[in-house]
């Protein structure tokens, strides 16, 4: 299972508060290549996930992993910065990136890989009009900042819809290895866990 698992580097759930609580996120980047995990994702986002394109760029000169940027993309000017910082994928939001279909084409053209990120049948019909080849069902809503009580059910019920031959990853709400594996059975091809990870109860 390791290797179909991507570790979300979050400092901060606004649900949960303070997720590395004083751990080196270089140390625990080097620990989980080690584990042979598929990649990494770094939250940028600084007001209500505490992150930074620092953590991003050390993160990315530490491990040989496939690192994701998270953040809220509008513009292209966060793409160039993206690929100056040596990530290799692209968070793209259908519900808060109201140009997604041309950033999508753009981050294509700069040799990033755009993850796509849905919530509802509306938006992965949007990821399908757009050629993704990439998707993240977030089983929360991102509109909430996550905080309500998602689960992979929300996976198991759009993977039903996701275009033929599309990359899944099944992101947030996932608990434990029971959730994974279900979202994995469900037909998912990689699992994001990050909450869950940080406070112990999924271990790697």
């Given at each position: ?59 990315v000169k530490e491990v040989g992993l496939p690192v994701l940027r998270k953040d809220f993309i509008d ?116 699992v994001l866990v990050g909450t869950a990870f940080w406070q112990g109860g999924f271990a790697v």
């Amino acid at each position: 299972m390791l290797s179909k698992i991507i570790i979300d580097f979050k400092p901060v759930s606004p649900r949960h508060g303070d997720l590395f609580k004083g751990r080196n996120p270089l140390e625990v980047a080097r620990r989980l290549e080690k584990a042979g995990i598929m990649g990494l994702s770094v939250v940028t986002e600084e007001t209500h996930f505490g992150g930074s394109i620092d953590l991003l760029r050390s993160i990315v000169k530490e491990v040989g992993l496939p690192v994701l940027r998270k953040d809220f993309i509008d513009t292209e000017e966060q793409l160039y910065l993206t690929r100056e910082c040596g990530a290799k994928g692209v968070l793209m939001i259908c519900a808060t990136t109201p140009n997604i279909a041309l950033l999508h084409e753009k981050a294509r053209s700069m040799g990033l890989h755009p993850v796509v990120e849905v919530h509802t049948r509306e938006e992965m019909n949007l990821a399908r009009e757009i050629g993704a080849e990439i998707i993240g069902i977030n089983n929360r809503d991102i509109t909430r900042l996550e905080k309500d009580g998602g689960t992979v059910d929300l996976t198991a019920e759009l993977i039903r819809e996701s275009p033929k031959g599309a990359f899944i990853i099944s992101e947030s709400g996932i608990q434990n290895h029971a959730d994974a594996q279900k979202a994995l059975d469900a037909g998912a091809n990689a699992v994001l866990v990050g909450t869950a990870f940080w406070q112990g109860g999924f271990a790697v």
